[in-house]
């Protein structure tokens, strides 16, 4: 069963512009949920998304949204890029958002986002 | 608000040797307790977690961990590390918010560096 992919791995941006990262989930897998990585704040939570709807959010400013498909793939956008938005960005999927933290979270490679 | 705490950034141990990785969280219930590995170029993977029952869980790889609520202390070890285990080690915690909705809440790691 292939894992949770991410794509681009890799993206350069300026500040200002807008970005989008995809994540195709786990094939049965229906919780999608995003996690922003930097050296000075770590992992931090973004959003979770389930049946094309967001189910949790963290402590991110509007200009960080994201959105599920039908076919349980995901994308978040960033707008208006500013320097501090230069992270590694997770997905992670999992069968069902519920279950007491039951069922395992499976990570993404990650996308490398560098914002010039 | 919940918080984890790995006091250690960098640990170098040697081939062969044993491993204890700190970590220390604050909660007020009872915590769901994980720790994850990160590899270059790769994304998180669970070693293990403690919901409940017995306080030394067994993970994969050779890992276990020992949660000590009296020291609100969840330590990782291994007794002999070998050189694939360079990489960075994350504590969460998870918390489940009045409306069901789990988050993580991640340590901002340890990087274990092995040397022959």
């Known amino acids: 069963k292939a894992g949770v992919t991410q794509t681009p791995r890799y993206l350069i941006k300026t500040r200002g512009q807008q970005v989008t990262l995809s994540c195709s989930p786990i094939?049965?897998?229906?919780?999608v949920s995003w996690y922003q990585q930097t050296p000075g704040q770590g992992l931090q939570f973004l959003f979770e998304y389930f049946s094309e709807t967001q189910r949790n959010k963290g402590n991110f400013p509007g200009r960080f949204s994201g959105r599920q498909f039908s076919n349980s793939r995901s994308e978040m956008n960033v707008s208006t890029l500013e320097l501090g938005d230069s992270a590694l960005y997770l997905c992670a999927s999992k069968p069902s958002p519920g279950g007491v933290f039951a069922d395992t979270q499976y990570f993404g490679p990650g996308t490398r986002l560098t914002v010039l | 608000a919940q918080s984890v705490t790995q006091p250690d950034i960098h640990i170098t141990v040697s081939e062969g040797a044993s491993l204890e990785l700190r970590c220390n969280y604050s909660y007020g219930a009872t915590p769901y307790l994980f720790w994850y590995v990160q590899s270059p170029g790769q994304g998180l993977q669970l070693l293990l977690k403690?919901?409940?029952?017995?306080?030394l869980v067994q993970g994969i790889k050779g890992f276990e961990a020992e949660f000590k609520r009296s020291q609100s202390s969840f330590n990782l070890r291994k007794p002999s590390v070998h050189w694939s285990d360079a990489a960075e080690y994350f504590c969460?915690?998870?918390?489940?918010?009045?409306?069901?909705?789990?988050?993580?809440?991640f340590g901002t790691g340890t990087r274990l560096t092995i040397i022959p």
């Open positions: 969460a915690v998870g918390l489940i918010s009045n409306f069901g909705n789990e988050k993580l809440t």
């Open positions: 403690y919901f409940s029952g017995d306080t």
């Open positions: 094939s049965g897998h229906r919780s």
